[in-house]
Structures are given as structure tokens and as C-alpha cells.
């Protein structure tokens, strides 16, 4: 089968038409109010609500509280979380058990240390998402910094968890990535732009070509 692809960040319906036209197996809505991928509860209820039964519905989070947790799932009811912060092998597990929901927790990825990170998540999250660690800077967004990380640093458990590649990705790059690690899933937020925060529907529509035309699983 192919891999799948996750349009992370839709903001507007044109974004939206692109992704579920080009055949995203995920679409992301972002809150977190740093982010210029934020949307706010009622736009993300009427996104979520064209999105069911095309896609899966991907609410991401950051250190997201249990209150808050429960105002995006009660209004949007998205099909995952994703956990996007600083939520330690304890929190994720109380999360799933709470919110009975699909689970995917972000590995921000700087050395081969990190990567091993991730098979402390296993038993609660339903994939883990590898994403490049982000700058060391007091505003650092935790995702969509556009950075790659070295795809060879998964190698060690690549076979031992199921994941979701992000970081960087692109249409130019998305197949080699593909090729290399043999992710089954992929990620993309700033590298379908046109500026931060700004969907670009060509963009998304020449990612989704190019993960569709990628490396083929058995």
C-alpha cells in the first residue's frame, strides 16, 4: 500500500478541498494560540464536520490540561489527539485512558537518544510522530519549523514502533524520505506554505502526488 499523508494546519476550506481531494488519509487542526496554524473551536467544528468519513479528524495539542482536552473533543470530535508537547509516558497513558481516543505523541528528534525516547510511548499512543527538534529559541514553536532532522536516526526503531514521519518534508522530498525509512505515514505543515500559517492548494496537491507515487509496501 502506499503511505499515508497528514495535511497538518488547515485553517481555511480551500486548504481543506485540496487535501481531501488528493486523498490525505489525515487532516491536522493546530490549537495552540502561538501557532499561525491556531484555529479556533468553531472553525475547526465546521472543518472537522466536511472532513468526517474523507479523513481522519487530527486535533493537535501542546500540554493541552484535561479541560481543555475535553472542550476541543466535545465540539469537534476529532478521530486523534495529538500531543504535541512536553506530555511525559504517564500523561499520554492518562490521556488515552480518560479520552478513550486514538493517540499520536510527537518525538522531537536532535540525536539517536530521542528516537529511543519513543518506545517509552508505545503502549499508549497509537503512532509516534518523529519530528525535527526545534530551535533553541524562547518563541520556538514545538513543530512546523520547516527543519529536517537526519532520517538515519530512526533506523534503530524504525521496526519497533509504529510511526509517522514530519520534519521539513516537502513535495520535492517527500519520496526520498519515503524511500529511506520506509515510513508508512507522513507529515506536512510549513512546506505546503505560501507564508507561515497560509496553506498553498497546489502545494498540497503536488505533496499528495508525490507520497501516492513513492515507494510501494507490501
Not at 76 to 103: C, N, W, Y
Amino acid at each position: 500500500m502506499t503511505a499515508g499523508a497528514k495535511i497538518c494546519g488547515i485553517k481555511t476550506d480551500a486548504a481543506l478541498d485540496a487535501a481531501l481531494e488528493g486523498g490525505a488519509r489525515y487532516i491536522g487542526l493546530v490549537f495552540f494560540g502561538k501557532s499561525p496554524r491556531n484555529v479556533d473551536i468553531a472553525t475547526a467544528a465546521r472543518l472537522a464536520a466536511r472532513a468526517r468519513g474523507h479523513a481522519k479528524v487530527v486535533a493537535l495539542v501542546v500540554d493541552a490540561d484535561d479541560e481543555e482536552l475535553g472542550e476541543i473533543i466535545d465540539a469537534v470530535s476529532p478521530d486523534m489527539i495529538q500531543l504535541h508537547g512536553h506530555e511525559t509516558p504517564e500523561r499520554v497513558a492518562g490521556i488515552a485512558k480518560l479520552f478513550q481516543l486514538p493517540l499520536i505523541k510527537a518525538i522531537a528528534v536532535g540525536t539517536r537518544d530521542d528516537t529511543v525516547r519513543a518506545l517509552d510511548y508505545v503502549s499508549a499512543a497509537r503512532l509516534i510522530l518523529f519530528d525535527a527538534k526545534p530551535p533553541k529559541e524562547p518563541d520556538a514553536l514545538p513543530g512546523g519549523n520547516g527543519l529536517v532532522f537526519d532520517w538515519n536516526m530512526i533506523a534503530e526503531v524504525s521496526d519497533r514502533v509504529p510511526f509517522m514521519l514530519s520534519g521539513g518534508l516537502t513535495p520535492d522530498n517527500v519520496a526520498a524520505a519515503i524511500r529511506q525509512t520506509g515510513a508508512h505515514a507522513v507529515d506536512v505543515s510549513s512546506g505546503v506554505e505560501s507564508a507561515p500559517g497560509v496553506k498553498d492548494p497546489e502545494l498540497i496537491r503536488r505533496f499528495l502526488h508525490a507520497v501516492k507515487t513513492a515507494k510501494q509496501f507490501p
